[in-house]
Structures are given as structure tokens and as C-alpha cells.
């Protein structure tokens, strides 16, 4: 069973930086697109940025030239890179397959962007 740690997120201010990780054990994840999400107080989990199996990257509009998405298969984790920072970036951040869900959610990481 494959479980998906997150972790990399904290307070930050307006404007700052913050690296995440995406860690997965129990299988060789390469072959699957993977995907960060995000889900704010009172609102529905959305897409962030997807990345395939061989590194092309998508990214929602709201995160463009903002967050860059990565992977390191061969240690089974995928990073993303947020810059820019903005209040409405707040939210607990998870990764999962894309499109298709096939692992259980992790816990997630708080990102909270704040003065």
C-alpha cells in the first residue's frame, strides 16, 4: 500500500518562499502522472500543478511563474518550489496520482502566508 508524506510547509510572510516534498514508500511511483492540490478553509480541493512521469509540468493560472512542480523518481518524491507568495496561497497542500486518484491522502502541510 502506497502512503504519500508531505511535508515542507510553515508561516511564511508575504512574498517569501517555501519548498515542498512529496515522499512516497511502497512503490515505484515513476510511471504515474503526479499532482499537488491544495484546499483552503471552506473550499474544495484544487489542482496546483501536475507533472508526468518524464517531467512536463502544468501548472493552474492562479500559480504560473510562481510554483515550479519536480519530481526525483528515483527517490520516489515530488517537490514544489512556491515563490512569490501570496495570502490566497494558504491552504493545507496534498499530492496524489493525476488525473485518477490511486493512493490513500496523506496528512498534507500547512502553508499559511501571512504578516
Known amino acids: 500500500q502506497v502512503q504519500l508524506v508531505e511535508s515542507g510547509g510553515g508561516l511564511v510572510q508575504p512574498g517569501g518562499s517555501l519548498r515542498l516534498s512529496c515522499a512516497a514508500s511502497g512503490r515505484i511511483f515513476s510511471i504515474y502522472v503526479m499532482a499537488w492540490f491544495r484546499q483552503a478553509p471552506g473550499k474544495q480541493r484544487e489542482l496546483v500543478a501536475r507533472?508526468?512521469?518524464?517531467?512536463?509540468?502544468n501548472y493552474a493560472d492562479s500559480v504560473k511563474g510562481r510554483f515550479t512542480v519536480s519530481r526525483d523518481n528515483a527517490k520516489n518524491t515530488v517537490y514544489l518550489q512556491m515563490d512569490s507568495l501570496k495570502p490566497e496561497d494558504t491552504a493545507v497542500y496534498y499530492c496524489n496520482s493525476y488525473p485518477s486518484v490511486y493512493f490513500t491522502w496523506g496528512q498534507g502541510t500547512q502553508v499559511t502566508v501571512s504578516s
Open positions: 507533472i508526468g512521469s518524464a517531467g512536463a509540468a
